[in-house]
């Protein structure tokens, strides 16, 4: 689906991950693990670039607009699918057909409360489902998440992982929670020490083994020449 070939990845001159090597496969679910501060966001926009036309993104700073109301912040997910007129409608007076396509994603986040709702009256985990709702109703094969769930209680992180799941044919995460990328995931990638310390099956790894390549990261940058 998506191969990364030697390839530095960073910010200008600052390069975070030299050299990176990576093969992605459609149809599965991918945590990519490793210390803060490490270069994991770096790698998950650089995946994000090289397949943005498949793929929703639902990013840790979310980019939901507060004075905007959840139906409308859910709504901006699926601009790209229609005309600018039906848009410009539509956000003035929302049609029936969105207002229910909606409400449903919005059930199944478990977001009970009216769509007119502005998202600056919600709390972080409500937040987090409305740009977790953005990001489904794109209805793209590939689901990116950075910390998607971070805010959310344990069993409903993993209620809505399984949706995530059920809704994408291929999953790609930025996770801290080791526990959860090893219990519902396919594939393990930590990064760590400017590097993929660990690229391996889920069923073949432990919490204890896991935690071995967690190197924190490097302060000083490496430079290109
Ligand atoms: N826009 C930027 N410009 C320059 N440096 C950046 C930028 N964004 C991040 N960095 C630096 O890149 C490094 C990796 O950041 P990144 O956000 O990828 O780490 P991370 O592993 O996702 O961290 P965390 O787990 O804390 O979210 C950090 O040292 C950070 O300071």
Redesign the pocket.
């Known amino acids: 689906m998506l191969t990364v070939v030697d390839t530095d990845l ?3 001159q ?1 390069i ?1 991950l030299p050299n990176i090597n990576l093969a992605l496969n459609a149809n599965e679910h991918v945590a990519i693990l ?10 998950l926009h650089h995946l994000y670039q090289q397949l943005a036309e498949q793929t929703c993104l639902c990013s ?1 700073a979310q980019g939901l607009v507060d004075n905007l109301s959840i139906f409308h912040n859910v709504f901006i997910g699926g601009l790209a699918r229609h005309s600018r007129w039906y848009n410009m409608v539509n956000l003035l007076l929302p049609f029936t057909q969105p207002q229910q396509q909606i409400s449903v994603i919005c059930q199944q986040l478990e977001l009970n409360m009216p769509l007119q709702k502005k998202v600056s009256e919600l709390s972080g985990g409500q937040r987090q489902r409305v740009a977790l709702a953005r990001a489904l109703f794109q209805q793209q094969p590939v689901f990116m998440g ?2 998607p769930f971070s805010a959310l209680d344990p069993l409903m992180g993993v209620r809505l992982l399984n949706l995530v799941k059920q809704s994408h044919q291929s999953v790609i995460c ?1 996770l ?1 929670d080791a526990e959860l990328a090893l219990a519902h995931f396919d594939r393990i990638i930590v ?1 760590s020490a400017g590097k993929v310390a660990l690229d391996a099956n889920a069923k073949q790894l432990t919490l204890a083994y896991l935690s071995q390549h967690y190197v924190v ?1 490097d302060e000083s ?1 490496h430079r290109a020449n």
């Open positions: 960073g910010y200008g600052k975070i490793g210390p803060s501060g490490v270069g994991k966001t770096t790698l840790q950075d910390e930025v801290h990064i990261a940058p």
